[in-house]
């Protein structure tokens, strides 16, 4: 069994005055359940929290409506996956929505992955393309459930994180917690359509957008090279992408075969 | 297994710039675990989430002590019955502290007690006094984890809840979801030094605060006859007081042997 937890904030996870209610609540469900699969589990159950703004800054004709829509936005998530809202408990406020959610999951026979199991040697994959999901995905993504279900069948995951700060931050979580060090490829990570439209205005390239923005919700993951292999030779789910090996220290980014150090951040020297 | 969520905010549940932290934390890990000592379930583990206020609303030196004081307040009551918080999400914002708590119990081999069980005839019991508890003891109460524990062990609970509402409210709750109703008897009511300290001010009797206050967080539960007696003859816990008995239908109060109709609310025609 696996629990966890993660509360939205109105003004800081989505603009409820923007966005509506029913894809804030879509939102919530949608990264606690991208945390079930980080860690290959099947979600079980969840119970939602909320604190409902007062009617006067709802925006919607209704206390009804907007707290039905937020629920509705909840159900589209969950029932996805045929996940159960065992309960909950329903506030009201004069201050911005807030929206917490506990997801439970089982782990499968080979049992939870963690973020602590890689090592030198691994080769590092991610699920699909990545940066620029402030443009819409950070709201509409679908979590990685299934996927890292099919991963998980398919070979020993040896550590993965959902890609909620970042691709670079969070392959750094899982390097501290395995002691280890990554090699990325430039040219192996693939690029959102977003990142290449944020990058006309943003001053920033796509591939800084892939490597430091955060709320993708892919996977990234590691597996022993004769694992990756095989994913490569016959891969259990689309858009799978090898983006670079573990090394024994270090974050690294690989340009035109020129190694330079890649900041957590995303952010590299030389870029 | 049992799961209860429960979300205390700013200015509804505790007004933080008066208790403090320490105190806020307090109550939020307590409110949870009281659900799951109303199940008569064993507190095993617990999540939480919080939205802390920027620094300038703290009312503290530094953000860390803040934050600090929340997580000691919500140690004092898990640290009390051995239970570990296992995970969390520490957010910021701009507008009030949010702590949402998410509790896992484990039912004994009797089974969980739900609010559905009550019959005619059963004897309805409270763990203490009664109103008043917004002078401070909705703050510090103790959940009534090893009353029901102990409880459980001694006699068959048939129904149970834990006092947030009110007492005349919760037992309504019972007996909506049992289908039967309730006399109780005025003078068996055990009310607090708080409800009466309260009644010189409020315009209300202290009884009225015994019946109509919420947040006692003390349990009424029912049993059979024969349990009560039971309960009666050698009691489990300190503080048990039979206040009623469980009848066909209604909710009604005894008064020097008259019975009236007793709003679900604590309020009665006649007093």
């Known amino acids: 069994m696996v629990i966890t937890t993660d509360m939205l904030m109105d003004g800081t996870d989505f603009i409820v005055s923007e966005v509506g209610p029913r894809r804030a609540g879509r939102k919530a469900m949608a990264a606690n359940l991208s945390d079930i699969a980080a ?90 393309p990545l940066g620029g999901s402030i443009r819409g995905h950070h709201l509409d993504f679908t979590p990685r459930v299934r996927e890292a279900l099919a991963l998980h069948a398919a070979v020993e995951l040896r550590a993965m994180c959902d890609i909620s700060d970042g691709l670079a931050a969070d392959l750094n979580h899982i390097l501290e917690e395995s002691n280890c060090g990554a090699v990325l490829v430039a040219e192996a990570i693939p690029v959102s359509a977003d990142a290449v439209e944020l990058s006309r205005t943003s001053g920033k390239s ?19 090279a004769s694992d990756g292999e095989k994913l490569l030779r016959t891969p259990p789910i689309a858009g799978l992408v090898k983006i670079g090996e573990c090394v024994e220290s270090g974050l690294w980014l690989e340009v035109a075969g020129i190694r330079e150090p890649l900041a957590p951040t995303g952010w590299v020297h030389e870029l």
Do not use: C
Request: aromatic share 8%; charged share 15%; glycine share 12%.
């Open 39 to 128: 860690m290959a589990a099947v979600p079980m159950a969840v119970v939602v929290s909320v604190a409902l703004p007062h009617l006067a800054t709802q925006g919607t004709d209704s206390p009804s409506t907007f707290a039905e829509q937020l629920y509705l936005g909840l159900r589209d998530v969950a029932d996805a996956f045929g996940v159960p809202i065992v309960g909950g408990d329903t506030n009201s406020w004069a201050s911005p929505l807030v929206i917490s959610v506990t997801a439970f999951g089982e782990v499968t026979e080979r049992g939870a992955v963690l973020r602590s199991g890689a090592k030198a040697g691994d080769w590092i994959f991610v699920t699909g």
């Open 206 to 224: 796509p591939l800084q957008h892939a490597l430091g923005d955060g709320e993708d919700f892919e996977l990234v993951f590691t597996v022993s």
